[in-house]
């Protein structure tokens, strides 16, 4: 598995409208767009930082992922997303590794990219994303 880059820190928030502006007023990053994930219950906004991102996600439903995981541990840091070259082979190296998965074949997440998560017991609590964006 070759992992290109951190492609995106993706952060929890209660809301997208009142967190961009520390990342646009403060820290003078550009709002890439925004963009409404149905099957994640999720709405993401993107912030360029060099080759990277930075993801805010706001839950659009009460039991989507990202507000389950305000309730338990807040606002915050909710995972790190690694670019790879080829998710499936990627996958693949993971499941032959006995790497505990939250997808065994990815899914499309925001902009189109193929995602999949690594379960946080395999990662020491960390949910790490990997991503392929063609």
């Known amino acids: 598995m070759k992992l290109l880059k951190i492609d995106h820190l993706g952060i929890a928030v209660n809301s997208i ?33 060099g080759e990277s991102e930075i993801e805010l996600l706001e839950s659009t439903s009460p039991d ?9 541990k807040g606002q915050g840091i909710q995972h790190v997303a690694f670019a790879v070259e080829n998710i499936e082979e990627a996958l ?11 997808d065994q074949k990815p ?3 925001a902009g189109g990219a193929k995602i999949a998560f690594l379960h946080p017991k395999a990662t020491n609590g960390i949910l790490v994303e990997l991503c392929q964006r063609d």
């Open 92 to 102: 693949q190296e993971l499941k032959e590794k006995g790497v505990m998965l939250i």
């Open 64 to 72: 989507g992922p990202v507000a389950k995981f305000i309730e338990k």
């Open 17 to 49: 409208e009142e967190g961009k502006n520390f990342w646009t007023d403060v820290l003078g990053l550009p709002l890439e767009g925004s963009e409404t994930v149905t099957e994640q219950k999720t709405t993401t906004a993107f912030f360029p930082v």
């Open 107 to 109: 899914r499309t997440g």
